[in-house]
């Protein structure tokens, strides 16, 4: 059975209700038939897109704390060392994983621990790989306290469809690896800074599965 992230329901429910007045519309506003039939399966294909963006399949995440999971589905397009200006104002590795509009776009908890720090900032709308997305764009910033890692900062960031980003964590919170952290509408990415010399079990290019699929160990 397919699941769908309560972040979705207004937009399912209208883009829902939409489709099938526009259904309904063609049918007795045009005579002429193929017109008709391509109208609706227009339709039809923009309703199926809004129902496989806010899919939320079921994840059974293994926990382990000598673990960082990934915390989205997608795509690894960055793996460098870089300063960290906002928090940690030193060197971070930087393992950046970017989402196309196909992915599923729920974002979890990559590890657990207590949330120390959980920020909102407003921002530009750079396509989510550009260099200056990760501190330009609009984005959360969060930091969990592992026992393990120690402090590890996450960054979910739009890019130029997502307009709206949905964070969850608060300071002081108690977070459980692979549960629910957020949502990022339309396309985006995340960046996890890790401390240096974290052993990483990805490379750049590699698609990896958020909630499952580890990343790095200790």
Known sequence: MIRFHKEGYRIIL??????????????????????????????????????????????????????IIAPVDGKVVVIEEVEEPEYFKGKRLQVSIFMSPINVHVTRYAMSGDVKYSKYHPGKYLVAWHPKASTENERTTVVIHNKTFGDVLYRQIAGALAKRIVNYAKKGDEVIQGTDAGFIKFGSRVDLFLPLGTKLKVSLGDKVKGGIQAIAEK
């Open 14 to 67: 209208t883009a829902l209700i939409i489709s099938v007045i526009g259904v309904i519309c063609t049918e007795k506003l045009i005579e002429i038939s193929w017109l008709v039939k391509l109208i609706q399966i227009v339709i039809v294909g923009f309703l199926i897109i809004i129902l496989q963006f806010f899919r939320n399949p079921k994840r059974d995440t293994p926990l382990n704390s000598d673990t």
